[in-house]
């Protein structure tokens, strides 16, 4: 079956960095689109970044934009979310996500697949 697992997260200090790593199984997964969103407490998973399937596309949250870099290696079925200047409001937890077609990359109900998440917090 389908397997996303995430992984990377951790507490880092505001102005810090992390990279969240999402190892994929089961899939084609040069195939996919995949996406990062996140969900802080009590709020709604939104949207954070995403890729197409050959890398040459990435997309970007307005929040998060200039900040964090989206990638992904297509050989080790890995996509990746390095992460930097990195502010208390990121503070979540982050999913990594696969999506088959690739039309509307901004919404979580496009996805297939999804990780158990990994929490991220940013102290002040």
């Known amino acids: 079956q389908v397997q996303l697992v995430e992984s990377g997260g951790g507490l880092v200090q505001a102005e810090g960095s992390l990279r969240l790593s999402c190892a994929a199984s089961?899939?084609?997964?040069?195939?996919?689109?995949m996406g990062w969103f996140r969900q802080a407490p009590g709020k709604e998973r939104e949207f954070v970044a995403a890729?197409?399937?050959?890398?040459?596309?990435?997309y970007y949250a307005d929040a998060v934009k200039g900040r964090f870099t989206i990638s992904r290696d297509n050989a080790k079925n890995t996509v990746y979310l390095q992460m930097s200047s990195l502010k208390p409001e990121d503070t979540a937890v982050y999913y990594c996500?696969?999506?088959?077609?690739?039309?509307?990359?901004?919404?979580?109900?496009?996805?297939?697949?999804w990780g158990q998440g990994t929490q991220v917090t940013v102290s002040s």
């Open positions: 890729i197409k399937w050959s890398g040459g596309s990435t």
């Open positions: 996500a696969a999506d088959k077609f690739g039309t509307v990359i901004r919404r979580v109900g496009e996805y297939d697949y």
């Open positions: 089961g899939l084609t997964f040069s195939s996919y689109t």
